[in-house]
C-alpha cells in the first residue's frame, strides 16, 4: 500500500508519430487534497522518493521518460542524484531565476548526465542564460497567440532544443506546432475524436462497432457469445493468447473459447473480447488503448464501494474514449450499442454514480485532486487503485498488442 499522503498522476507526451516519449508526473500533498504545502522542496523530494521506492519507475513510465518539476532549491541541493539519468528529464520550473548558483546547479546536472526542461519557458533576454543548460523547451501554446508562437520558435532556433507544446487542447493546435517543428506533444488533443462533418465510420471501425454491440447485447448466452467469438479467427486467437497470460492467470492452459467462457464465465469474457475488438482497430496510438483499460479497471474496482454492478463500471471506463478511438461523436457511436440508461447517462453527460466515478477518474488523470470525492481517497485508494490499474494495464497490452 502506498503511503497515504502522496498522490501521483501522469500525463502522456507525444512524439511527431504519436508514440509515447514520456510522462510528466503531477504532485499533490493528499492530506490537504491540493498543492497548498508549506515546504515545496520538502514535499517534491518525498513525493519524488516514495515515488520510486514504493511504485518503481518501470511501472511509471517502461521505457519511456519520466518528467519531474523541480524547484531552484531542490536543483542545488542534488536530491536528483539518486535517481537514474536514462529515463529522467529534470523541469526547471517557470518560477525558477536564472541566479548564479541556479545556473551552477543546472551545469552540474548536465556534467552529471541529466537532461533538462524549461517548463512553461518564453524566451527573454532576463531568462536567456537558461538556454544554454536546457534539452527541451516546453511551451504553453495556450498563453501564446499564433504569431507569438512563431516567433518564439524562430528565436529557439538559435539553440540545439527540442521543442515540446503543452495544452494541446485539440487538432487544429496539433497540426499547427507539427507544421512549426515541434517534436513532442502534451495535452488532451489526443483523447478527443477528429470529426470530419458528413463523413460515415470505415468499413472496418463500423464492423468493430457491430461486433461491440453484440458483445454487449445482454441477452447473449454462452452459445451465442462462443459462436460470435470463434468466428472471427484474429479475435479468437487474440483472446485464447491473453486467456492463458500471466496477466489473467487461470489455474490451467485452455485451448478453446467455451472452455475460457466455462472458467471465467460469460461477463468476463465478453469484456475481454471487447477490449480485444477495439484493439483490433489497429491505427491508434497504443496510449489510448492503455488509458482505456486504466479507466476500465479501476471504475470496476471502485464501483463496490458505491454499490453498484462492477460489470458495468468497466465498461464505461472502457467505452469512455470510443468516441477517440473510432473518430466519431460519441452520442452517434452509442446510438448503436445496447447500453443500459445508467451507462449512457455517465458516458454522455457524466452524470448518476457511473459518472461520478468516471468523473473521479478523470479528475486524478489530470491531478485535479479538488474534484476528487473525499471517500475515495482518504486512505489512499484513488492512489493505489489508480497504480494497480495501471500495471494490469501493462500486461494486458503486452498480451494483445502481438501480431
Not at 511527431?16 to 500533498?29: A, S
Not at 514504493?54 to 519531474?68: H, R, T
Amino acid at each position: 500500500m502506498l503511503k497515504q499522503s502522496i498522490l501521483v498522476g501522469r500525463q502522456a507526451i507525444f512524439d511527431r508519430e504519436m508514440e509515447v516519449f514520456g510522462y510528466e508526473l503531477l504532485y499533490r500533498d493528499g492530506t490537504g487534497n491540493c498543492a497548498n504545502i508549506m515546504d515545496g522542496n520538502e514535499a517534491t523530494a518525498k513525493v519524488m522518493v516514495n515515488t520510486f521506492l514504493e511504485i518503481g519507475i518501470d511501472n511509471i513510465a517502461g521505457n519511456a521518460q519520466a518528467f519531474f518539476n523541480l524547484t531552484a532549491t531542490f536543483f542545488m541541493s542534488r536530491q536528483y542524484e539518486a535517481f537514474p539519468t536514462k529515463n529522467v528529464i529534470l523541469e526547471v520550473l517557470e518560477s525558477i531565476e536564472p541566479t548564479p548558483l541556479v545556473l551552477e546547479a543546472l551545469s552540474k546536472a548536465k556534467q552529471d548526465g541529466y537532461q533538462i526542461a524549461l517548463d512553461d519557458f518564453v524566451l527573454r533576454e532576463s531568462h536567456r542564460a537558461l538556454m544554454d543548460y536546457a534539452d527541451i523547451v516546453k511551451v504553453d501554446v495556450l498563453a501564446l497567440t499564433i504569431e507569438e508562437l512563431k516567433q518564439q520558435v524562430e528565436m529557439f532556433q538559435e539553440y540545439p532544443v527540442r521543442l515540446l507544446a503543452e495544452k494541446v487542447e485539440d487538432q487544429e493546435m496539433y497540426e499547427q506546432c507539427l507544421a512549426l517543428g515541434f517534436e513532442y506533444f502534451q495535452g488532451y488533443f489526443f483523447c478527443k475524436p477528429q470529426i470530419v462533418e458528413g463523413v460515415s465510420l470505415s468499413g472496418n471501425r463500423m464492423a468493430v462497432v457491430l461486433l461491440l454491440a453484440k458483445l454487449q447485447d445482454p441477452q447473449i448466452d454462452l452459445h451465442e457469445l462462443n459462436d460470435l467469438v470463434r468466428n472471427d479467427v484474429a479475435l479468437s486467437v487474440k483472446l485464447l493468447r491473453y486467456v492463458n497470460s500471466a496477466a489473467v492467470g487461470l489455474p490451467r492452459a485452455v485451448d478453446s473459447i467455451a472452455q475460457a467462457i466455462g472458467l471465467v464465465g460469460t461477463d468476463r469474457m465478453r469484456q475481454w473480447a471487447t477490449v480485444l475488438a477495439l484493439s483490433q482497430t489497429g491505427n491508434k496510438p497504443s496510449e489510448l488503448m492503455r488509458i482505456a483499460l486504466i479507466r476500465a479497471h479501476m471504475c470496476e474496482a471502485l464501483c463496490p464501494f458505491y454499490d453498484v454492478a462492477p460489470g458495468s463500471g468497466f465498461t464505461v471506463g472502457l467505452f469512455s474514449i470510443l468516441d477517440a478511438y473510432l473518430d466519431c461523436e460519441m452520442h452517434n457511436l452509442l446510438a448503436e450499442l445496447p447500453l443500459s440508461p445508467e451507462i449512457l447517462d455517465a458516458l454522455l453527460n457524466k452524470k448518476g454514480v457511473f459518472g461520478t466515478i468516471l468523473e473521479g477518474i478523470l479528475a486524478y488523470e489530470q491531478g485535479e485532486w479538488s474534484l476528487l470525492d473525499n471517500q475515495l481517497i482518504d486512505d489512499g485508494r484513488a492512489h493505489s487503485l489508480y497504480w494497480e490499474s495501471v500495471e494490469w494495464a501493462n500486461d494486458v497490452l503486452e498480451t494483445i498488442i502481438r501480431k
